[in-house]
């Protein structure tokens, strides 16, 4: 595999510049496919300095489309991953795809779950908190309470629970990253479920509150805020409510999915010294959906 994505073809200088996307396309689809997380990393290594080095991060939902993009992203700069996933066979995989990574199975969920991975948070330098389920886009009226709190408790718990395990270890070093996986419905009401978007609107106020109270002792806490992302909770294969469903069609005006590594890019910017006048800000990686 070259280390390099190849340069548009030559045709785009004689006109031809739609059969030069398409098959730059073409390329970037042959990239992911099969073991994408290892050819990822690989390809981010080559193309990249290590801007992580030495650096070891906790992510969780690690085994889902977008953290384990960004658990492979975090990996390719040098990070040390230690990551977390529900899934057993999902930790043992990335732990096989992405090099230098462990991991533990747990449902966050669950107080059990919670603390079996706080236990892990001593001596993180970066925080990448993931892990969350779909309320079904279920309505005030339609929800149930155990749906309200399983899903508050996996979103917004572990959060909580994890960000206060990691900070005595951040702030013992001066410093460290927190990244809360927020998404578009936590910059609007929208038309996702109650308990989804309550959790959502819930992570962007927790990274500003850390920010603001923790960015003086060198501590950062961003809410990446996704929009439609390929194999993410918000993907079509998620199971919606009749109601969900009928306003998901009205959005006619919105862009095609974007892709997990989208997040991870990002994310591997946040957590770098090059972010380090950024703090406490809520960013949207939508393909422009919300200026619709």
């Known amino acids: 595999m ?7 073809s030559c045709d785009v200088q004689h006109g031809n510049w739609r059969g030069a996307v398409l098959s730059r396309r073409r390329t970037h689809r042959n990239l992911y496919r099969g073991r994408r997380w290892r050819r990822f990393v690989d390809r981010a290594r ?20 977008i953290g384990g993009a960004i658990a492979s992203r975090l990996a390719a700069e040098g990070a040390m991953i230690v990551a977390t996933d529900f899934d057993q066979w999902r930790v043992d995989q990335l732990a096989k ?73 951040m702030l ?15 910059l609007r009401g929208g038309r996702t479920g109650i308990a989804y978007t309550s959790a959502k609107w819930a992570m962007v ?27 993410s909770i918000g993907s079509a294969s998620i199971q919606f409510t009749p109601r969900a469903l009928a306003n998901r069609g009205r959005d006619r005006l919105k862009p095609p999915p974007g892709r997990p590594e989208d997040v991870g890019n990002l994310a591997a910017f946040l957590v770098s010294d090059e972010a380090r006048h950024m703090n406490g ?6 393909g422009g959906a919300l200026a619709f």
Not at 2 to 8: L, N, S
Not at 172 to 186: D, I, Q, T, W
Request: hydrophobic letters at 45%.
């Open 97 to 169: 795809d992405v090099p230098g990574a462990t991991g533990i199975a747990a449902d966050l969920s669950t107080p059990d779950g919670i603390a079996a991975v706080a236990d892990l948070a001593s001596d993180i330098d970066i925080l990448s908190v993931n892990a969350g389920i779909s309320d079904g886009g279920a309505a005030l009226d339609e929800i149930s309470s155990d749906t309200w709190n399983r899903v508050l408790t996996l979103h917004l718990g572990s959060a909580f629970e994890l960000s206060r395990a990691v900070v005595p270890g």
């Open 2 to 8: 070259p280390d390099r994505m190849p340069a548009p």
């Open 172 to 186: 013992a070093k001066g410093g460290g990253v927190m990244l809360f996986m927020s998404s578009v419905a936590g």
């Open 281 to 286: 800000v809520a960013i949207p990686i939508d």
């Open 46 to 65: 080559s193309g990249r300095g290590m801007r992580l080095q030495g650096k070891r991060a906790l992510v969780t939902g690690a085994g889902g489309a």
């Open 205 to 231: 106020g927790m990274a500003q509150n850390i920010a603001a109270s923790l960015g003086p002792e060198g501590i950062r806490a961003y809410a990446l805020c996704p929009g439609n992302i390929a194999g």
